[in-house]
């Protein structure tokens, strides 16, 4: 039998498509976090942190560290990685983080823009695989072996009360909720409804598929689409709002190389088309009713999906 804690390779359970606030005896909610996801591997010595591509991402949050203290055990868990920023999850901060990768400015932001783990999960104990148990007494275990420090914190969750909560949460500016059962399991990589996302407001993985320039030939709007039912490229939208100038440049340096000749589609123009591969998130308000995006804001780009995940079905 493979070793969870050895192997490194679990991807997480995924969350099933948004659903309307409800309420539910037979589950509990927490907040959504706008965070990045992430399995932490913690060891007597060690910790290893890995998003939903199991890339390892461990160097780029040193600040982290100090989760090793927080258990005497060997423990995997499930959660997310996010930036407070007055009081609340910021994306659009966690996100010039995740881009890093020069040792000396991580180490600086680690300082200015530092990062917290909030646990959800527990899916491995000392030697014991913990997955086939309900939720709630993975929750229970949880909450035993882990104590809270300034690196981690546990998710808190409400029962039943879906509707009221995701009304409070609409109020103070937050994401949304979850609602999961109280007796699922854990299923590797698996989307089940099971858990179930409740958004204020709507975040949209899509496609770069080139950018418009203006008038001095520099990045001016990100065109964005997805892959329908048939894996056919459609247009969605385009955002021009919070795209940072670190992601401009990585998306110019894309298109040095991955540039692609196509005729003039009308009612686009100055366009550079770009190969479908590289892919980000866009956050908006609802659907209009021409099926676009109302109030678009690029949240960033997403190197732990891949384009041909990008499938949207009307």
């Known amino acids: 039998m493979p070793n969870l804690f050895q192997d490194k390779s679990i991807l997480?359970?995924?969350?099933?498509?948004?659903?309307?606030?409800?309420?539910?005896?037979?589950?509990?909610?927490?907040l959504k976090l706008d965070g990045i996801r992430c399995i932490a591997y913690i060891g007597q010595k060690s910790l290893s942190l890995r998003n939903k591509r199991n890339k390892d991402v461990t160097e780029i949050y040193p600040e982290l560290a100090d989760i090793m203290t927080s258990t005497k055990d060997t423990v995997i868990l499930d959660g997310e990685i996010i930036v407070l920023k007055n009081g609340k999850p910021d994306f659009f901060s966690l996100q010039k983080r995740s881009l890093m990768s020069d040792p000396f400015k991580i180490?600086?932001?680690?300082?200015?823009l530092p990062v917290h783990y909030v646990a959800f999960d527990i899916l491995y104990r000392n030697d014991t695989d913990l997955t086939k148990l309900p939720l709630l007494q993975r929750k229970e275990i949880l909450s035993k072996c882990i104590k809270e420090n300034k690196s981690i914190s546990l998710s808190r969750f409400i029962f039943k009360n879906g509707i009221q909560f995701f009304h409070l949460v609409k109020e103070n500016s937050l994401e949304g909720i979850v609602g999961k059962k109280k007796n699922s399991l854990y299923f590797f990589g698996k989307r089940t409804k099971d858990w179930q996302k409740i958004k204020a407001m709507v975040d949209e993985d899509l496609i770069i598929l080139g950018y418009q320039q203006d008038e001095e030939g520099k990045l001016k709007d990100l065109l964005l689409g997805y892959y329908n039912s048939s894996y056919q490229l459609c247009y969605r939208g385009k955002v021009f709002l919070g795209i940072s100038a670190k992601e401009k440049e990585l998306i110019l340096e894309f298109a040095k190389n991955n540039r692609l000749s196509l005729p003039t589609v009308e009612g686009f123009s100055n366009v550079i088309w770009m190969k479908p591969e590289l892919v980000g998130t866009a956050h908006y308000m609802q659907q209009t009713k021409a099926k676009s995006m109302r109030q678009p804001v690029w949240k960033g780009l997403r190197f732990d999906k891949e384009a041909k995940d990008c499938i949207r079905e009307i």
């Open 12 to 30: 997480p359970m995924l969350i099933s498509h948004e659903v309307e606030p409800y309420d539910d005896e037979d589950s509990i909610f927490e």
């Open 107 to 112: 180490r600086i932001a680690s300082q200015r």
